[in-house]
């Protein structure tokens, strides 16, 4: 009875059960072990089962369950990281992280990175500020000089928001004609918040155009203009500094090794797209032996074998996106594609990848699972538990390949053999 609790609980835990009144006396305190043993055990397996599908707010196991002590300390690992990530979205680029590897290396870098380019634009966005607000207000130097300045100066009547003075036409600064009503009304707004501030203020302003966004930072001046209450607009164009500062965004949604998406850029994608009712078909992708190549032959091996997945990858599709969820584990999105179409792809593309362990100097077995889920308009299901399924049907394609991967560990084979369930 004791053997076959023990046998139940490594391959069917959830009818494992043992009854202790059944047992001799002497042998009831020892059941009485196992059934927390196996309380334990399903605690921790809950638990790793919640983290895989990205469950951060599983329940936890009890304070005296040491099994799941690593998956505990996991968890709380994973909160703090997604902290910080949040932090780091809302631009707190002080965030270290001192754990975790060569994703520690690569994350702080990348945050340094971000850190330094932003700096140096809003250095370079201040010392234009800096030239607007050194102009003078004198209205005859004003005119003097202004003919040949990159700012564009607008002054305009607070009264009756009559154009006074432009020391450029409106169509050379904009380029697209319809801005200009937009601008006006603009100006109008902020002509009557003039009132209540003394002084020079800078304000941002984004003017939409047929081929994208024209961004200015705009100095107001209040001053008077010959016998004129009047305000002075310098609008100084910062379209390049803003397009560069959004490329370097850019560069948090992109894993570093791979140059494919990351995580946060997959699963803000796979939301959006959720939201706006598309239908697409996810995949899931789990690179084989990828722990036993780092572990045998070095991590730069592993990083060769990571960026050869990825670049297999991408010949699933020319539309398709793929992210990097993990060390070896990839996300693919692709729309107009059906689930039968992107098993048959990935089957090609794992073909692919098999055959490079015919090559004479292969050290190690290349493979790759793989588990599909198509997505349709009318989907109810939660972006977690559409990724839980694929990784469920992936787990079942490895269970189904498992013997094209020799990973042999004697001991515990030898351990474990006696136990095996019959056939």
């Not at 959720?274 to 722990?291: A, E, P, R, T, Y």
């Not at 098993?343 to 290349?366: F, K, S, V």
Request: charged share 25%; glycine share 6%; proline share 3%.
């Amino acid at each position: 009875m004791l053997f076959n609790y023990v046998r139940d609980l490594i391959y069917n835990p959830s009818h494992a059960s043992l009854d202790l009144d059944r047992l001799p006396e002497n042998f009831k305190t020892f059941g009485k072990g196992l059934l927390y043993l196996g309380e334990c055990l399903m605690e921790a397996m809950a638990m790793a089962k919640s983290l895989s599908k990205g469950d951060l707010n599983c329940k936890t196991p009890s304070r005296g369950n040491e099994i799941a002590a690593p998956l505990k300390a996991l968890h709380a690992t994973l909160k703090h990281l997604t902290w910080q990530t949040q932090q780091v979205a809302k631009g707190d680029y002080k965030q270290r992280v001192s754990f975790m590897g060569e994703f520690a290396d690569s994350f702080n870098e990348m945050i340094e990175q971000l850190d330094q380019r932003r700096d140096a634009l809003l250095q370079e966005i201040a010392g234009n500020i800096r030239k607007s607000e050194a102009l003078a207000q004198n209205n005859s130097l004003l005119e003097a000089i202004t003919a040949n300045i990159t700012q564009w100066i607008v002054v305009v009547d607070r009264e009756s928001n009559e154009w006074l003075y432009a020391n450029r036409d409106t169509g050379d600064v904009l380029g697209d004609i319809d801005s200009e009503p937009q601008l006006r009304e603009w100006i109008s707004e902020n002509l009557e918040e003039v009132e209540d501030i003394l002084g020079q203020y800078v304000v941002d302003l984004e003017l939409p155009k047929r081929n994208g966004i024209q961004y200015f930072s705009a100095a107001i001046h209040p001053l008077q203009w010959y016998d004129h209450a009047a305000v002075a607009f310098v609008f100084t164009d910062v379209s390049s500094a803003k397009r560069r500062l959004h490329k370097l965004e850019n560069v948090a949604y992109y894993d570093p090794l791979t140059k494919a998406f990351n995580r946060h850029y997959g699963m803000e994608t796979l939301t959006e797209w959720l939201g706006q009712g598309n239908s697409f078909v996810i995949c899931f992708v789990d690179m084989d032996n990828l722990k036993y190549v780092n572990d045998k032959f070095g991590h730069a091996e592993g990083d060769k074998y990571i960026t050869l997945v990825v670049g297999i990858l991408r010949h699933f599709s020319p539309d398709a996106i793929i992210c990097r969820l993990g060390g070896d584990e990839f996300m693919l999105l692709a729309e107009n594609c059906s689930a039968q179409d992107a098993d048959e792809r990935l089957e090609e593309l794992r073909d692919r990848l098999l055959t490079y362990n015919d090559e004479p100097d292969c050290a190690y077995n290349h493979s790759m699972s793989y588990g599909t889920v198509e997505v349709l308009g009318d989907n109810t299901m939660s972006a977690s538990e559409l990724l839980g399924i694929a990784d469920e049907k992936m787990y079942k394609y490895k269970r189904a390949h498992k013997m094209q991967r020799q990973v042999t560990v004697p001991e515990l084979t030898a351990s474990v053999a006696h136990m095996q369930p019959p056939s």
